[in-house]
């Protein structure tokens, strides 16, 4: 239920271009750097590549343009050539802790993408023991190898400590909590991550969800809209609250929602699946079998698909068809604990 969704907001605070010491350079080397810094936080990128890469001409020996331009590629998910890039940073400049970061996140798209980067996450946090960022790209890494969720605590612990308005790092530490059961301070955590960043719809969902699995129905459906307020777009916002309104028992309004995540996201099989369950439960069982086709068609060995629909067939009064796909729904492993 609970997402890491941190990772796309660590780039906002690690890969930004910082001024890092270097080599003297001369003044148009320096020039090309400043246009590519300023290219790249308009988020023109080929701008900014040209940029750093005419500064890296005028300057091979400049650390910081390598680290420009690497950061870019990364941005761009060319993440062969940041890592190129990265290294010859690291090489002109030893102790450049926020090379190592950026590196460690490129590594985590490549083949031994956990080893690697924990390797230079930790290298980072050596080299410099107050960059709050190598602590949280850490923790991150954690909760995403599925790892020592309480270690990734004990990282975001730190990253807050050194930058006590990092939101990324609440957000991560309140989803590690929520994983680990304790909703109370996953909700404390994101309730702080808001405070700093009160226009983040992924925010809201969060600790929407939270309250969902505290069963605290009207505090989730109020999350839920705020983030849908934000960002009407969010499938996952209109999923949760879809299952908040079937708890209730309001089957009209979770199929509404439902619609409204299928209508978003054409292929999610599971708002299939659960609006095909408000159907039963408002007894329009042909929608319901239809609503399971689709399912069963986007993901042919889904038991629980076959098993819904069989339910629909039987309490349609189709006895032969629900136990054909009672039948195929064993086969493929459903178990009376997936209901």
Known sequence: MFRLMVSVLVLQVTCVVSAQPANPESQDADRFYDRGKASYLKREYADAIANFSQSIRLSPGSARSYYGRG??????????????????????????????????????????????????????????????????????????????????????????????????????????ECRLGDFDKGISDCTAAIAFDSKNSQLYLERGEAYRAKHEWKKAIDDFNNALRLNPKVVQAYFCRAGVYYALGKFEKTIEDLTNVIQLDPKYCPAYLARAAAYSEMGDFDKAIVDCDVAIRLSSKLAVAYYTRAVAYERKGNKAQAELDLLHAKELGYTPTEK
Do not use: W
């Not at 761009?76 to 940073?89: G, H, K, L, P």
């Not at 590196?103 to 490549?110: A, F, M, P, S, W």
């Open 71 to 176: 950061t870019v590629e990364y941005v761009m998910r060319d993440y062969d050539r940041a890592i190129v890039d990265f290294n010859e940073a690291i090489r002109l400049v030893p102790s450049f802790a926020e090379a190592y970061v950026n590196r460690g996140l490129c590594y985590e798209h490549g083949p031994q993408k956990f080893v690697l980067a924990f390797t230079d996450f930790d290298k980072a946090i050596e080299l410099s023991p107050k960059l709050a960022e190598a602590f949280l790209c850490r923790a991150n890494l954690y909760c995403k190898n599925g790892g020592d969720l309480r270690k990734a605590i004990a990282d975001y612990d730190v990253a807050i400590r050194l930058i006590p308005t990092l939101v990324p790092a609440y957000a991560g530490r309140g989803s590690a």
